[in-house]
């Protein structure tokens, strides 16, 4: 029943680990995002994929490595974690695009310590 | 790039009076005006959108208007009631979505 789900929803890790989170979306969607949202609530986009092609890749570090096996699946797989990389990251998809509603997933808490 | 401000960042209503959000937005490019409310610990949600070709929209209590020659637009919500208390987030699309920094709206009861 659930459109866009993300796994796990809670990941405490230790700096310098390896660590991915997994997302599904059952919506039939092109287009899916990953969020990044700070302490302070900020909404930044770090990626987007297109039909599994990269269409959007903002000044993300190259620790964060994004994959989309299929376009109903994006994972996003973090080298290397930082203390700054605490976030929860939010999963996205939408029909046709930026110009069009995003359905979230519930978000996974990262907190690196 | 899209850079869009939003005011303000609090903003606390008594139950039944309206609350009025405004955001800025810079690219002329831009054609799509999503707004966002995202509940504490929830995912945020679409509660209303408007694309760059009509100056109003209206849904129940919530009504979106934009003024593209000013790059404005706000969300307007009346007849407050405790359940509207969220965080509320204006974006601008050209390519990508662009979020302002959130209103952190309470219902006072």
């Known amino acids: 029943d659930t459109a866009v789900s993300q796994t796990p929803k809670y990941l405490v890790t230790q700096m310098g680990n390896d660590k991915s989170i997994k997302c599904e979306q059952n919506?039939?969607?092109?287009?899916m995002y990953w969020y990044k949202q700070d302490s302070k609530k900020f909404l930044k986009i770090m990626f987007s994929y297109n039909n599994k092609e990269l269409i959007i890749n903002e000044t993300v570090p190259n620790r964060f490595s994004p994959k989309s096996p299929d376009k109903a699946h994006l994972n996003l797989h973090i080298n290397s974690l930082e203390l700054g990389d605490s976030a929860v990251y939010f999963c996205?998809?939408?029909?046709?695009?930026?110009?069009?509603?995003?359905?979230f997933g519930p978000g996974t808490r990262l907190t690196v310590t | 790039g899209e850079n869009v401000e939003q005011h303000p960042s609090t903003l606390s209503v008594q139950e039944g009076d309206s609350a009025v959000i405004k955001c800025t937005y810079s690219?002329?490019?831009?054609?799509?005006f999503p707004w966002y409310k995202q509940e504490l610990g929830k995912r945020p949600q679409l509660i209303i959108d408007i694309r760059s070709n009509v100056g109003e929209k209206k849904d129940q209590r919530i009504a979106v208007t934009l003024n593209k020659t000013a790059k404005h637009f706000s969300l307007h919500i009346t007849e407050t009631q405790p359940e509207d208390s969220a965080v509320y987030f204006c974006a601008a699309t050209d390519y990508k979505l662009s979020f302002g920094a959130g209103t952190t709206v309470t219902v006072r009861a």
């Open positions: 919506l039939g969607h092109d287009t």
């Open positions: 996205a998809s939408s029909g046709h695009g930026s110009s069009y509603e995003q359905y």
């Open positions: 690219d002329s490019a831009s054609n799509y």
